[in-house]
């Protein structure tokens, strides 16, 4: 069936039509929870809820233990992006989806299996109890490793996007100029992968900091122990609504800086 | 043909959806009340063909969420101050009368494999011990307990719901808890109860809601809650009965 000129006009211009009416819904859908938090913010008691002992306890924990899992998360994540870019690893496919699932899984779910394995009668945690004394549940390097466990995918993601990426040559020029695998790796590779490795890394932090699930599961919640913003969010919204308020402002003025210093990156990392 | 068959097919949904919406009440409880209503609930539905759809979690959840506008019919609160709370801001249609009450109890794994005798116990360093959160009904109970008894517990976790300080335990990640004695039944064999005396007796006051969209059903099933074979059922899941003053509470 062929179209008449005008029919086409008027096909498109409806079409147009519709993708700004969508557009501007999904645009209410986002920026209404937004203006809504920052209209209700207690701006008044902001000096005396920001002092709160718990307050402050969760804004340290959470700013501690985000950022070592963000470290943990690539130290990790990157030799697991390496190897899934670089080699020919029989089995990678499964590498890499099991280095995707914490992407997927229910960050409640992901606590569970942590919790399993890792508890104090877990899989691996009870031998690590009994050897080495060490219990992650109730402690700040149970927070870490429940966070890193969901930052690690990001991490992998960017990554490993970013080492695909490269041209061969690079690193063939610096093979035969006598570098290394290592020094090849360290002044090539890894500077040439920068952007994607800081793209990665800033993701993986900020899921790190959001990170509600996993964290209350596995590592319980106690003020200054494991008691992160988020947890302490939840927690204040049957207690304090405006300290809640409070530090979900805080927490969403985070994640748009984190954006701001992301712009253009994110694509860049992910999208190749 | 196709259009015809869509409007069939959305016809009997919208059948279906009225006829559960008719006849189910929606109840708001706290998370220590769920095997006894879940049994009790059970047993009016076999009697009376009304569903109930029961919203389970910490009173102090539940009364936010009330607070907050959700649809229900009944709630029943672990604390008065959040049954008083919520009937001031809804306004209710009948209640708070009371369906039940609770004691506290220490639980602790089965065998008891680090020998606890007692709420003195608790204050142990090396004893991991999981407490409701002070905002749960049940966490303020035993705060108060722990400073009646001075004894000074350095809890590993605050938990947002009874229940969720149960499975600390069950799962064996603490040593020991503070929950109520229904809970402990529910728990089973998987943990030992320790008796409290002098614990501070927790009562469940029920408030049925003035825009209930289904009021008469709600007082329906409060009703059989408080009836003696209500009260054998939730008796017979470590709760205790509800007070017998004249007056509701």
């Known amino acids: 069936m062929t179209e008449t000129a005008p029919a086409t006009r008027m096909r498109r211009g409806g079409i147009a039509v519709a993708v700004g009416w969508l557009a501007l819904t999904a645009t209410v859908l986002l920026a209404a929870p937004v203006a809504a938090m920052l209209a209700r913010t207690p701006w008044s008691r902001i000096v005396e809820l920001g002092t709160d002992p718990a307050v402050v306890a969760a804004l340290r924990l959470s700013a501690l233990t985000s950022l070592l899992a963000a ?13 899934l870019a670089r080699t020919e690893l029989p089995g990678r496919g499964a590498l890499r989806i099991l280095a995707l699932l914490p992407l997927v899984l229910p960050p409640v779910v992901a ?44 991490v992998v993601l960017s990554v490993e ?9 690079y690193e063939q020029a610096a093979a035969t100029l006598g570098a290394d695998a290592w020094t090849r790796f360290r002044r090539v590779t890894l500077p040439l992968a920068g952007p994607a490795v800081g793209s990665g890394v800033m993701l993986a932090w900020a899921r790190a900091l959001g990170e509600f699930g996993a964290t209350i599961t596995f590592a319980g919640n106690l003020p200054g122990e494991t008691q992160t913003m988020p947890l302490a969010v939840f927690l204040a ?24 210093m992301l712009r253009g990156r994110f694509t860049a990392g992910l999208a190749r | 043909m196709r259009r015809r068959l869509l409007a069939a097919l959305l016809a009997l949904f919208a059948a279906a959806c009225a006829t559960a919406d008719d006849r ?14 879940q049994a009790a609930a059970a047993d009016f539905t076999h009697r009376t063909d009304v569903g109930v759809r029961l919203n389970l979690a910490g009173s102090q959840q539940l009364a936010r969420q009330l607070l907050d506008g959700a649809v229900a019919d009944l709630f029943i609160s672990a604390d008065p101050g959040f049954a008083t709370e919520v009937a001031d801001a809804r306004g209710t249609a009948d209640g708070p009368l009371p369906v039940a009450t609770n004691v506290l109890v220490i639980v602790v794994e089965a065998g008891n494999p680090h020998g606890v005798g007692g709420l003195a116990d608790l204050g142990g360093p090396s004893l991991r011990v999981a407490l ?36 600390r335990v069950t799962l ?14 529910a728990a089973g064999d998987a943990v030992e109860t320790l008796p409290l005396a002098d614990s501070p007796v927790a009562t469940y006051p029920a408030v049925v809601l003035d825009d209930a969209p289904a009021p008469e059903l709600a007082r329906a099933f409060l009703e059989h809650l408080r009836a003696p074979g209500g009260q054998t059922t939730l008796v017979d899941h470590g709760l205790g009965p509800a007070p017998t003053t004249g007056a509701a509470s």
């Open chain 1, 161 to 169: 996007a970013g080492f695909r990426a490269l041209e061969p040559r």
């Open chain 2, 132 to 167: 409701p959160a002070p905002a749960v009904p049940a966490g303020a109970y035993a705060r108060r307990l722990l400073e009646q008894r001075e004894v000074r517990v350095e809890a590993d976790t605050l938990e947002p719901s009874v229940r969720a300080t149960l499975s």
């Open chain 1, 237 to 260: 919204l049957e207690q304090d609504l405006d300290a809640a308020i409070l530090l979900s402002v805080l927490l969403l003025a985070v994640s748009v800086i984190l954006l701001v």
């Open chain 1, 111 to 154: 606590g569970t299996g942590l919790l399993l394995a890792f508890g104090r009668r877990g899989l691996l945690g009870g031998p690590l109890a009994e050897l080495v004394g060490v219990t992650l549940p109730f402690s700040t390097a149970g927070v870490v490793v429940a966070q890193a466990f969901v930052a690690l995918p990001f």
């Open chain 2, 172 to 185: 064996g990640e603490a040593d020991a808890a503070l929950v109520y004695a229904s809970d402990a039944v």
């Open chain 1, 71 to 83: 470290g943990m998360a690539t130290v990790l994540g990157v030799p697991v992006a390496w190897l």
């Open chain 2, 24 to 37: 189910t009440i929606t109840v708001f409880a706290a998370s220590s009340l769920t095997d006894a209503l």
